[in-house]
């Protein structure tokens, strides 16, 4: 029988695809496996499904002697080298799409909440010193009829972008292929980065990690931002430069900013932006439904058994 292991404990749908098929070991503690575990668990195993927090690196390709298939319960794989699964024939898949819809209504959830401060409203409401209406209580940003940018425009961005048209959003984009669809559905104009810094009122992040991406938007970006803008970032932390964030929001050089992924995860303590009130905040969320992990997990084990079992997968990426 298959040796699989896995990094963490993903809902039983997909635990109980892989049991029927393979040995399974599960990692069961809440944090990733250290290097060290992860090293002397991928030496003897056929199969690996791993999380996005997991470095999989040349160091762990390279130890392990029989591995055929890395399988990743993530959309995202910028934490697997590639280049070095090529080189030694393990094939690597991920789970797109599944998360699409979940993600997005986070991303606009995000939205909502940081243009009208309601994390901050919540606070203050709980903690007794609500004493009355107050005229200038707690004033935001209007979100109907303004303009959302969407920086990276595919599934995730696309989906961001449809839901904004209910609130009859101008819907502007950067992508490096124009979306003739999404300018036919939506309206939408796909624009330089630059315009869409300066004219929207939402910027909404959903392009991936990659060596031209990361500090994307950085200190130049942010000061070429309306100063009632909200960033929401939903794809990957280092896309943005945190410390920059920081610092704009302190200066009033943005309004607000609504984050589920951070440069490093978990998020420090004593980064500023815990201490900012116009700063909402999610411990990497995007596709956290009940009906979406499960659809992650089963993906993500059919796709490891389909190539245990000398079958094409259907979600390889390299």
């Known amino acids: 029988m298959k040796r699989v292991f896995v990094t963490r404990k993903i809902p039983d749908e997909g635990l109980d695809l892989l049991r029927e098929k393979c040995e399974v070991k599960v990692w069961e503690e809440e944090v990733p496996p250290p290097k060290d575990v992860l ?15 997991d470095p999989i690196d040349s160091e762990v390709l390279e130890a392990a002697q029989k591995l055929k298939v890395v399988s990743t319960y993530a959309v995202g794989y910028d934490n697997i080298d590639l280049q070095k699964a090529r080189e030694l024939g393990i094939v690597v898949t991920n ?44 004033l935001g940003q209007d979100v109907f009829g303004k303009t959302l940018g969407i920086i990276g425009a595919g599934r995730i961005g696309s989906a961001v972008a449809r839901r904004a048209r209910g609130f009859d959003m101008e819907i502007l984009y950067f992508n490096r292929s124009p979306k003739p669809e999404l300018e036919k559905e939506l309206e939408a104009r796909r624009v330089e980065l630059d315009e869409i810094l300066q004219d929207s009122d939402f910027i909404s992040v959903h392009t991936p990690l990659t060596p031209e991406t990361e500090k994307l938007i950085g200190p130049r970006e942010f000061s070429l931002m309306k100063k009632t803008a909200v960033l929401v ?13 920081a610092e704009a929001l302190e200066k009033g050089e943005i309004f607000a900013a609504g984050l589920d992924v951070f440069e490093e995860e978990p998020i420090y303590e004593d980064d500023p932006l815990l201490q900012n ?20 997990a089963r993906m993500a084990a059919l796709d490891l058994i389909a190539v245990l079992e000398g079958k094409k997968p259907d979600n390889p990426v390299n």
């Not at 309601?118 to 203050?124: F, K, L, N, R, T």
């Not at 939903?234 to 410390?243: E, F, I, M």
């Open 39 to 53: 090293l002397e668990e991928v030496e003897q195993v056929d199969g690996l499904l791993c999380l996005l927090t």
């Open 95 to 138: 789970t797109p799409g599944v998360l699409t819809e979940a993600t997005a209504d986070l991303a606009f959830a995000l939205l909502l909440a940081a243009a009208r401060s309601i994390v901050s409203a919540d606070q203050y409401t709980r903690a007794g010193r609500w004493k009355s209406w107050g005229p200038r209580l707690f």
């Open 233 to 245: 970032n939903t794809a990957r932390g280092p896309v943005v430069d945190q410390k920059a964030l």
């Open 277 to 296: 009130p116009r700063v909402v905040v999610a411990p990497h969320i995007g596709s956290a439904t009940f009906s979406t992990r499960n659809r992650m």
